[in-house]
C-alpha cells in the first residue's frame, strides 16, 4: 500500500489499485516571496515572457502546466529540496502542489506559495494498493479517519484526570 498524496493518474491506475480519492491538490508555484503577485493569476502568468518553471521530474502537474502556461519553459528537477537548497536553481518558481509547497517553505520561508486565480487547477488524491487486494481497497475507500480519532459527535466519556479522579476537586 502507498500512502501521503499519489495524484489520481491514468498511467498510475494501469499499474496499481486505487481507492476513491480521499481530497485533492491544487497546483502552485513555490516562488520567492517578493513575486508572489507575479503569479497570483493566469493573466499575470500569461503576460510574463521567459518564464522558467520547474517541476519535479515525476510531478503530476506536468501535462496540465504545459497546457496552463504553452509559453513557459518547463524544466525537471529532481526534488523540491534541489530547488530550494539550490536557491531556485534560476528559475522563476516551481510547479507544485500548494499543500507540499506550503509545507517546504516552513522550512525556507524566503518563500512562499501563490494558488493563481480564478481558474484554479486541482488534482484528486488517493491511496495505492496491489492489484487484486479487493479486502484493503474497500476497507481503505469505507474507513472514516474523523471516526478512528474519535472526532466525530458522538458523545464520549470524558477523559481520565488527576483533578477529576484522584483528587475530586471537581466533578
Known amino acids: 500500500m502507498a500512502v501521503g498524496g499519489l495524484e489520481v493518474t491514468t498511467g498510475l491506475a494501469r499499474e496499481v489499485a ?4 480521499y481530497t485533492t491538490l491544487a497546483m502552485a508555484f513555490v516562488v520567492q516571496d517578493r513575486r508572489r503577485a507575479e503569479f497570483g493569476t493566469r493573466r499575470t502568468l500569461l503576460a510574463q515572457r521567459g518564464l522558467r518553471i520547474g517541476i519535479v521530474a515525476d510531478g503530476y502537474y506536468e501535462a496540465k502546466l504545459r497546457s496552463y502556461l504553452p509559453d513557459a519553459e518547463i524544466v525537471r528537477v ?13 528559475l522563476d518558481a516551481l510547479a507544485s502542489s500548494a499543500e507540499i509547497g506550503g509545507a517546504w517553505t516552513l522550512l525556507y520561508p524566503e518563500y512562499a506559495v501563490a494558488v493563481p486565480r480564478p481558474d484554479r487547477l486541482e ?3 488517493a491511496f495505492a494498493v496491489a492489484r487484486g487486494d479487493t479486502e484493503l481497497r474497500v476497507l481503505l475507500d469505507t474507513w472514516d479517519p474523523a471516526e478512528a480519532r474519535g472526532s466525530d459527535d458522538r458523545p464520549r466519556a470524558p477523559r481520565w484526570s488527576i483533578v477529576r479522579d484522584v483528587l475530586h476537586w471537581v466533578e
Open 123 to 125: 488534482g484528486p488524491v
Open 18 to 21: 486505487l481507492t476513491e480519492p
Open 78 to 90: 529532481r526534488s523540491h529540496r534541489e530547488f530550494f537548497e539550490g536557491h531556485g536553481l534560476g
